[in-house]
C-alpha cells in the first residue's frame, strides 16, 4: 500500500493564481481530511469529506474548495492565491464512524509559496 | 469551537530523563485526545490516543492521562531516547476523531546527551 500520496511535493504561486492541490489514499479509507501547517504552528483543519460526495467545512475554509467524486480521491482547489495561503498543505485520510474515528493517516505534504 | 493550549513550546530534557507535555481544552463535549510526532520536514504521526471514557493508556515508554473534570490531557515520556526528540502535537475532537481534528501547537522536545 502507498497510503496517502499527494502532489506536488513544492509549488511557488504568483498572487492570483489557481492550482490543484491532489491527494489520493489506497486504503479505503472512508474519511479524508485536509490541513495546513503555518511555519511554528500546529495543523488547522480545512475542509473533511465523511465520504464520496460529501463535504464539510473544518475551521479555516475560506479561500480554498474540496470535492470528493470517489473514496480515493479528494483534491483541495485554490482559486485565487493569496500570500496568506503560503503554508504546508496536509492530507490525511481514517476509516471512521459517525461519532467515532480512528488513527488518521498522513501524506507527505506539500509545501505552497505564494509570492 | 474547540481551542487547544499546549505548553511548554520547547522541552529540553538529559537523556534518560523523563518528559511531560500538557495540553488544556475548552470543549467539554470533546472525547476523542490523539498525539501525533512530527519530525523535521515529515508527515505527523501518530503515537498515542485516549477516548474520554479512559483516564490513562500507556504504551511502553509513552502514557497519556485525562483529567475530563478540569479539562486538561498530558504526554508522560520515561527514559528518553536521543531519536525522541521531535515536535508532539496534542489534539482534540468532539466528534470521537472523526470530523476532524483541533491541534495544540506543539512542544518542540529536545533531547540532550
Known amino acids: 500500500n502507498a497510503g496517502v500520496t499527494q502532489t506536488p511535493k513544492f509549488r511557488i504561486l504568483k498572487i492570483g493564481q489557481s492550482m490543484t492541490l491532489q491527494c489520493a489514499q489506497d486504503m479505503n479509507h472512508n474519511y479524508m481530511y485536509w490541513y495546513r501547517q503555518d511555519p511554528g504552528m500546529g495543523l488547522k483543519l480545512i475542509y473533511y469529506?465523511?465520504?464520496?460526495?460529501?463535504?464539510d467545512k473544518g475551521e479555516v475554509p475560506n479561500g480554498y474548495n474540496v470535492s470528493r467524486s470517489t473514496t480515493e480521491d479528494f483534491p483541495l482547489r485554490l482559486e485565487l492565491a493569496a500570500p496568506s495561503q503560503t503554508s504546508v498543505y496536509f492530507c490525511a485520510s481514517s476509516y471512521s464512524t459517525s461519532g467515532q474515528g480512528y488513527e488518521q493517516y498522513f501524506g507527505p505534504g506539500t509545501r505552497l509559496t505564494v509570492t | 469551537g474547540e481551542n487547544v493550549e499546549q505548553h511548554p513550546s520547547t522541552l529540553s530534557v538529559q537523556e534518560g530523563d523523563s518528559a511531560v507535555i500538557k495540553c488544556t481544552y475548552s470543549?467539554?463535549?470533546?472525547?476523542?485526545f490523539p498525539w501525533y510526532k512530527q519530525e523535521l520536514g515529515k508527515r505527523p504521526q501518530l503515537i498515542i490516543d485516549i477516548r474520554s471514557n479512559v483516564g490513562e493508556k500507556k504504551d511502553q515508554r509513552i502514557a497519556v492521562t485525562l483529567n475530563k473534570t478540569a479539562k486538561h490531557f498530558s504526554l508522560h515520556i520515561t527514559e528518553t531516547q536521543p531519536e525522541d526528540s521531535a515536535v508532539y502535537f496534542c489534539a482534540a475532537s468532539n466528534g470521537g476523531g472523526a470530523d476532524g481534528l483541533t491541534f495544540g501547537k506543539g512542544t518542540h522536545l529536545i533531547i540532550q546527551p
Open positions: 470543549d467539554s463535549a470533546s472525547n476523542y
Open positions: 469529506s465523511v465520504g464520496a460526495g460529501i463535504t
